[in-house]
Structure formats: C-alpha cells, structure tokens
C-alpha cells in the first residue's frame, strides 16, 4: 500500500481531532465577522439542488443499469436484468418511488442502512450482488441527496422477482457473518496526506463507481481480495473479464498515458484504437462519460497512485490495450 | 467511383457464394477476414485517438481514418458476417445474438456507416475544433455494437 487506500486508525484519529477543531476555530471566526448568517445560508442548499446532486451522484454510481431492465424495454428503476453469478441469478427490485412496490415508504434512516450497512427497510440482510460494499463509503449528505433525486422518479407498481439461488447462498441469515468478515463499514476517510483530487478520486473509484466490484478479485465467499484491490477479476462481471486497473506495466494500465485514460473514461476509446465492449461499455456511458472532467481527471489521478500489482489473468484476458 | 463499382461487385460475390452453407475452412477464413477489417478500423480509430488527445494527428489524416471506417461499416451487414460464423469458429468474439436480431446489428452498422460519412464531411470543412462531437457519435457506434454482439474475454 502506498498509504493511500487503506484507513490508518491512528494517524487519522489524530487528523479528525485536528480538522474538527480547525472546523470550530473557523466557524466560531466566521460568527465573530459576521459571516455566520452568509455561512448558514450557503450550509441549506435548496431541494432543486438537492436534486440535482442527487442525479449526478445517480450517475457516478451507476444505479440505473442494474435496477432497469433497459434490453427488454423494462421501466425506468422498475427492477433489473437477470445478474449471473456464482451463486445464482438476482433481479435488482424496483427501487421507484412506489410506496408498495418500491422504496417509496422507505425513511431516510433505512435508506442510509441498507447502502451502509446493506440492510433492508424490513430489518432482513441485503445480498452483496447490490454493492452495498462499496456505497457503504459513501457519505451520508451524498446518500440522502441521492434518495432525494429517487422520489423525484416515476413510481411503477411492477412486483419484484425472486431471485433464483442455490443454497446456502441464497440464506439472507447467513449475511450478518458474511459481513463481519468482509464488510469494511464506511463513510470512506479523508487521506490528510493526499491532495483533494486524489482523495476525490478515490471517493469516485471505490465509493461511487464501485469499480473494484468487478475489477477487485473475490474468494470462493464472494467476498473482494482486498490485498488484491483492482488487479483484474476474471469473469469480473459474471461474465467477462475485467482487466488489471493498477499502472503495473506488462500486465496493467502501465503503459497508458493519462490523456489515454481519462479519453477511455469519456468515451471508451482505447490507445491501440479498439473500442470497449461488454458491461464496460455500459459503465462508460452511464457513468464514466456524464462525469466532469474535473471528476475524470481525478479517477485518473487515483488509479495512477495505485501500487502496481502484477495480473493473473490470461494473457488474452488481460486488456492491456497499449500502443 | 470505379471502386465503389469494384466493392459493390466484390460485395455481390460474396453474396453468391454464400448461400447458407460455408465449409469449415470457410467460415474459419471469414472470422480471420472480418477480424483483419475491425483491426483496420481500429488503426484509424487510433489516429483520430491521437487527434484528440493533440498527439499530431491532422484534420486530413482523421478524414482518411473515416472513410476507412465506413468502408468496412458498409460491409458488415453484406459480407462480414454470414450466418454460421459465431463464437465456436476460430476465435471467433461474434455472439450468435447476431443472427437472432440481424436487424438490432444491421441497425449499428447503418448507424456507424451515417457517424463515419458525416465525419468524413466534417473534416472536409477543416476546422479541427468542430471534430470532436462527430467522432464521439463514431466512438459510440462501435461501442453500442460491442456491448451487445462481441463477446469479451472469458
């Protein structure tokens, strides 16, 4: 680790300390100047705005593919394609507005729990096939903005379908123990050592995007090799492989300049002049491509800092599409 | 214009001499062809890659990289992919997806033919800041096809 990704409880602990006393220093000054007012003006923004972030958030962290089941015309949030996995299939459920149906009934206390802590409204455990894993980074401001934008969607009365597992995979029981050894509870922590951007980044790779879920290689539990944190996945998706994010150069993104990422991520044009395919081409042009560039740029930052980390996948698996 | 007239000749042979049947070695040497042919295009999506990312590439060079483009686009639906040429032949990426909605496939390729042509005509009026969106609708009309008919890597 290059002291980026992982959470250091002491160093950090110290630096919370800091920046909340930084935090109050500031605030109790800008009382004093009489900016408190302007302050607290600018701390409430509007519902429209609300909205809005919400919907950008929507984007970055790709919520529409799963829960629509755009091949076969379904609608909008009304309940996802079939998810093949190991374990079994899944069918995201509705998650419109409906109050039966969908999450319409839902408070924002049980929305925060079921992307911290992959709990549903009803108390039962969530299956990690929603990566709750990775929104569990997210910070709550982030989480509520993005259920604001949710209650602004159509409602659709459309019953949820089963999914289909095999046992002892598709036990709900069994998930408060999968989760003590694989889930790391968030909010994601600020690295005092890192610039904004990359900590933005970082924010947008492991929070949002969620690109380790299909980047990071699992164990036989499912659980994500954090040791192992985007080197490659084969059958990543379910489906294909996903190549080796980390900036190793025979078997990763080493040899990628970072105009030649941050184009992949705005349009899926790779170096050699092959274009992206697979679930990838659907993270592309979701997510990656509404981002800003600022955001672009950051993701590429983030990757590039990664310590590099050589691929197990086969060679014709690997991407590696450099010149 | 005469080689419009020799493709279209070279394009009404391959017709004839696939009528539903291909042997083995065939339909083995159709995949290494139409493989060579989504490569070419790759090499010219590479320069207009460099184009936008201000690595050299001309305004000229990316009009040369279009018409290379729409010339395989116009043959995807013709000769490239005869029925009988999915995954299993070769190494063949194509999913059989292709046969069972020929019409969502000969739907890209129309579209990626249309992104090529008018890039093509942009690039004649030799501004290069009015490049990027035309190549973008480009860019995604090989991605759209991709994403549903190419199979990635196991």
New interface residues.
Partial sequence: MTGGAGRTPLGLGRWRAVSALAVSLFLSLAMMSGAGKLLAGSRVPSQAERVARGQYLFDAAGCFGCHTDEARGGQRLAGGRALTTPFGIFYPPNITPDPIYGIGSWSDAAFIRALRHGVRADGSSLFPAFPYTSYTLMDDGDILDLKAYLMTQKPVAQPNRPHELKDPFGWRVLMPAWNLMYLDVGPLDTNPHQSAQWNRGQYLVRALGHCGECHTPRDWAGGLDKRRMLAGNPGGDGVDASPNLTPDIETGLGRWSEADLSLFLEMGLKPNGDVVGGTMAEVVRNTTSQLTLADRKAIVAYLRSLPPLISTLPIASRGNAHR | MALGLALALVVALGIGLWPGSLKADDRAQVVAQRQADMTR?????????RF????GATVAEVGASAVVIRTVATKMTTTLFPEGTAVGVGDSAAKPEIWSQWDVFSQYAADLTAAASRLSAVTGAGNPGALRAPI?VV??S???C??SF?????
Avoid: D, F, T
């Fill in positions: 295009m790759a090499a010219a999506m590479r320069v207009i890659g936008l990312k201000n690595e973008v860019v995604r090989c991605s759209a991709h994403e190419r199979q990635g890597k196991p």
